[in-house]
């Protein structure tokens, strides 16, 4: 059975820091890319950021460039996203997502609160 399992989240004030993680499980972690997307009230879901199966390569929103970093420990079955300098727009429920090349899976979110 896949798992996705988004934690971390909560509550934090501006210019604070959390990090994220989702733990896999029932798929081959190692042969995914993986990407986190988060989607605020009202709008439509939007890639973060995504880092490929062997963690080499990472690509970024403008929005979070040089404040969000993508990892991931293959030997563990978990990918991370170290938020710095948050900011009251990053509010959003923030998910994991695994793709491969013939199946895709999702996790079920975890929300994120930026606010004094």
């Known amino acids: 059975q896949v798992q996705l399992g988004e934690s971390g989240g909560g509550l934090v004030q501006p210019g604070g820091s959390l990090r994220l993680s989702c733990a896999a499980s029932g798929f081959t972690f190692s042969s995914y890319t993986m990407m986190w997307y988060r989607q605020a009230p009202g709008k439509e879901r939007e890639l973060v950021a995504e880092i490929n199966s062997v963690g080499r390569r990472t690509t970024y929103a403008d929005s979070v460039k040089g404040r969000f970093t993508i990892s991931r420990d293959n030997g563990k079955n978990t990918v991370y996203l170290q938020m710095n300098s948050l900011k009251p727009e990053d509010t959003a429920v923030y998910y994991c997502?695994?793709?491969?090349?013939?199946?895709?899976?999702w996790g079920q979110g975890t929300q994120v609160t930026v606010s004094s």
């Open positions: 997502k695994a793709e491969g090349r013939l199946s895709s899976y």
